[in-house]
């Protein structure tokens, strides 16, 4: 088991910027991939990014590829996702998951956080 908690998340204008951390307790952190969702409601949760258990590779979704950046700190039991130059259509509720094999879909993971929300006004 693994529990995950988010937190980084709220208000901001367009272009702005925010990061998200997701704090993992229990089972040993540098056994999963990590990777980001996000979900706006009456919409499927979509990738975000994806970082590999040693954070060598890294993958993104096209609509954020060159604005946000994901990374891990093992010694810290931490992801986070840096997300630059933020837009209106990056308002959803952000989450981070921990999974056994990594990928694009959400089942490749195991364990799921609550959820941050963002919203980026224009």
């Known amino acids: 088991q693994v529990q995950l908690v988010e937190s980084g998340g709220g208000s901001v204008q367009a272009g702005g910027s925010l990061r998200l951390s997701c704090a993992a307790s229990g089972r040993t952190f540098s056994t999963f991939y990590m990777g980001w969702f996000r979900q706006v409601p009456g919409k499927e949760r979509e990738f975000v990014a994806a970082v590999t258990r040693s954070g060598g590779t890294t993958s993104y979704a096209d609509s954020v590829k060159g604005r946000f950046t994901i990374s891990r700190d093992n010694g810290k039991n931490t992801v986070y996702l840096r997300m630059n130059g933020l837009k209106p259509e990056d308002t959803a509720v952000y989450y981070c998951?921990?999974?056994?094999?990594?990928?694009?879909?959400?089942?490749?993971?195991?364990?799921w956080g609550q959820g941050t929300q963002v919203t980026v006004s224009s």
């Open positions: 998951a921990a999974g056994f094999s990594g990928g694009l879909s959400i089942y490749a993971y195991d364990y």
